[in-house]
């Protein structure tokens, strides 16, 4: 089950539908994950179906027999499905072709192969620039640099591209070689890169002054878990006096994940609940695998903290185990189904609700945090950080006065 990260769409300008060159950071709901085995058992029309879609039949045949310009099938067939999924008027039920739903299942392995750069897409032009070059990684040795802007990929044009049209262009398997041409200024620059298999950073974990520790997690990707029980190892989490869990531009990732997660501060009870609008109800407990963290918690999110995250700072603010600081988050509260088609493609389709253990639906309203603290970054990487520095005050004010 994964929760597809639906955040790019609302997105802060300096943040806006920001995705690694490798990992495609787009955003995941929270659903399931079918194979294409399942997906077969659905290929034959029922009667009542073959009777009602033959102005369909129609319409197609007419297509490929008297329209001006041939056509391909295939071209056809996507428009339909995509037809199919639009007329649900759902913005979180969409259909991926067979070009993008692999990208979409491989994203949230850990591990990726790409050219290792974060890119954005600069909202007064819609052209598509590097914002973070990966130290080490392949874009890094060709020399392409931060704010570098994309022209073409292996020289086809990429004007009027969508960041998942780029990606799907860019990425390939390891060893084999992308020919980019990018912007710098006013000067066009060609670059041969190799493609490598790469490791996603996903976790940063610090200490922090007066004996706070710091973890930031950007996904919930499949190896979250172990890397976040290996960075409270690293701090020596008990021997803190806090601890500040950083959960803000994370889009989401998979729902287990976010159930891992939050099990590592919940010992046990309720992290969410699934409703279906037929009367049915799932409960998900937490699944034992608690460390143990006894120090106050702080979590960070904002606007751009969306599903994988909202869950977990939902269920650590229910359940009174962590004071949430910063803004209110993205609002994604339904949960999606996905299926691979037999085409290679998939679909993803909203099928519950979920809520909060004390039952709130967060769908288009966010997750209020206790202390409110509101910040529009100035760069990428703004070293003003007033969200951070409320959470420290906020730790330190709760650690025992010495003296006196």
């Known amino acids: 089950m994964e929760i597809l990260r639906a955040a790019w769409q609302r997105l802060r300008p300096l943040q806006m539908s920001i995705i690694l060159v490798g990992v495609f950071i787009t955003g995941f709901v929270l659903g399931n994950q079918y194979s294409i085995s399942q997906a077969q058992s659905d290929t034959q029309p029922s009667r009542e179906a073959s009777e009602l879609?033959?102005?369909?039949?129609?319409v197609y045949n007419?297509?490929?027999?008297?329209?001006?310009?041939?056509?391909?099938?295939?071209?056809l067939l996507e428009g339909a499905i995509e037809g199919l999924i639009d007329s649900l008027n759902d913005e979180f039920s969409s259909y991926m072709n067979p070009e993008i739903y692999p990208l979409m299942n491989a994203d949230l392995s850990g591990t990726v192969e790409g050219i290792g750069a974060v890119v954005e897409t600069?909202?007064?032009t819609q052209e598509i620039r590097i914002a973070t070059v990966l130290e080490g990684s392949p874009a890094a040795a060709a020399g392409i640099q931060d704010g570098d802007i994309f022209v073409a990929v292996n020289g086809e044009s990429v004007a009027g591209w969508s960041q998942m049209e780029l990606v799907a262009k860019v990425r390939g398997r390891a060893g084999t070689v992308v020919n980019l041409t990018m912007r710098r200024g006013n000067e066009l620059l060609d670059f041969s890169v190799t493609r490598a298999r790469i490791e996603v950073p996903n976790i940063e974990e610090r200490m922090l002054e007066d004996n706070i520790g710091y973890i930031k997690l950007r996904d919930f990707t499949a190896d979250a878990r172990s890397k976040l029980d290996a960075a409270l190892e690293a701090l020596d989490v008990n021997n803190l006096d806090g601890l500040i869990l950083d959960l803000r531009g994370n889009p989401g990732g998979l729902l287990s994940t976010a159930i891992d997660i939050a099990s590592a501060f919940i010992k046990d009870g309720v992290i969410l609940k699934e409703d279906f609008g037929d009367g049915q109800e799932q409960v998900y407990n937490?699944?034992?695998?608690?460390?143990g963290v006894s120090v106050p918690l702080v979590v960070l999110i904002d606007e751009d903290?969306?599903?994988?995250?909202e869950?977990?700072?939902g269920a650590l603010q229910d359940r009174k185990r962590a004071t949430l600081i910063g803004e209110k988050t993205f609002g994604k509260g339904t949960v999606q189904t996905w299926r691979e088609l037999v085409n290679g493609g998939g679909v993803r389709l909203t099928i519950a609700r979920w809520l909060t253990p004390d039952g709130h639906w967060i769908h288009g309203q966010g997750i209020t945090p206790d202390i409110i603290i509101e910040w529009t970054?100035?760069?990428f990487n703004d070293p003003n950080d007033p969200q951070l520095?409320?959470?420290l005050d906020h730790l330190r004010s709760l650690q025992p006065t010495v003296g006196g």
């Open 286 to 291: 937490a699944n034992g695998s608690y460390i």
């Open 389 to 391: 520095r409320a959470a």
């Open 122 to 124: 600069i909202e007064e």
């Open 53 to 58: 879609f033959r102005p369909f039949w129609q």
């Open 377 to 379: 970054p100035e760069s």
């Open 311 to 313: 869950l977990v700072a």
């Open 305 to 309: 903290s969306a599903s994988a995250s």
């Open 62 to 75: 007419l297509i490929l027999n008297e329209y001006v310009d041939p056509v391909e099938p295939e071209v």
